[in-house]
T-cell receptor, first 115, second 117 residues
Framework: NAGVMQNPRHLVRRRGQEARLRCSPMKGHSHVYWYRQLPEEGLKFMVYLQKENIIDESGMPKERFSAEFPKEGPSILRIQQVVRGDSAAYFC?????????????FGPGTRLTVL | AQTVTQSQPEMSVQEAETVTLSCTYDTSESNYYLFWYKQPPSRQMILVIRQEAYKQQNATENRFSVNFQKAAKSFSLKISDSQLGDTAMYFC??????????????FGTGTRLTIIP
């Protein structure tokens, strides 16, 4: 069973460009979470999605950031008009359909560098 | 809102020794879940151990065990017979289950553990 996959692993953007980060959950998992890790800090929750639904986006900046998890295909975290402060590692995690509380399994992360 | 505190930014220990990493949290919930995740230099987040608050018995996974003190809101991780591969950042995390199951994880700031050969 393949783990959570994220691509690209490294992404370099210039200020003002768009960044698209992709996450494919583990097989059989229908819940996706995005977290951001700034240098030398812990992970901070951004958004929680199920297929075609955003469940909790309380940690996501209101502007420039959006996320989706379509019926088919990976989850996408999109950052428009990137700024230097967006430079961070972005982690995706997934968990199975609701059978109670389940562990979140993390992907390897995408390291975004904004020049 | 829940908070998680890891008061030891860095620790080091000789190989084969035992080390304990501390974690405290603040919550008004009675039912919740606690986790330790490991982040080696590869930056992959790896689950080490998980504890359900309603269980009095401390969780163990091979060389890893926890000391869960619910009243004190403390959740420390003990690593026995430490190995070089244990060198990593260790994050304590809290989850409050929503009515339908999962919810977001709240992480501490981490402890950088170095195992010395």
């Amino acid at each position: 069973n393949a783990g959570v996959m994220q691509n690209p692993r490294h992404l370099v953007r210039r200020r003002g460009q768009e960044a698209r980060l992709r996450c494919s959950p583990m097989k059989g998992h229908s819940h996706v979470y995005w977290y951001r890790q700034l240098p030398e800090e812990g992970l901070k929750f951004m958004v929680y999605l199920q297929k075609e639904n955003i469940i909790d986006e309380s940690g996501m900046p209101k502007e420039r950031f959006s996320a989706e998890f379509p019926k088919e295909g990976p989850s996408i975290l999109r950052i428009q008009q990137v700024v230097r402060g967006d430079s961070a590692a972005y982690f995706c995690a997934s968990s199975p359909p609701l059978t109670g509380v389940d562990t979140q399994y993390f992907g390897p992360g995408t390291r975004l560098t904004v020049l | 809102a829940q908070t998680v505190t890891q008061s030891q930014p860095e620790m080091s220990v000789q190989e084969a020794e035992t080390v304990t990493l501390s974690c405290t949290y603040d919550t008004s919930e009675s039912n919740y879940y606690l986790f330790w995740y490991k982040q080696p230099p590869s930056r992959q987040m790896i689950l080490v151990i998980r504890q359900e608050a309603y269980k009095q018995q401390n969780a163990t996974e091979n060389r890893f065990s926890v000391n869960f003190q619910k009243a004190a809101k403390s959740f420390s991780l003990k690593i026995s017979d430490s190995q070089l591969g244990d060198t990593a950042m260790y994050f304590c995390a809290f989850m409050k289950p929503a009515g339908f199951g999962n919810e977001k994880l709240t992480f501490g700031t981490g402890t950088r553990l170095t195992i010395i050969p």
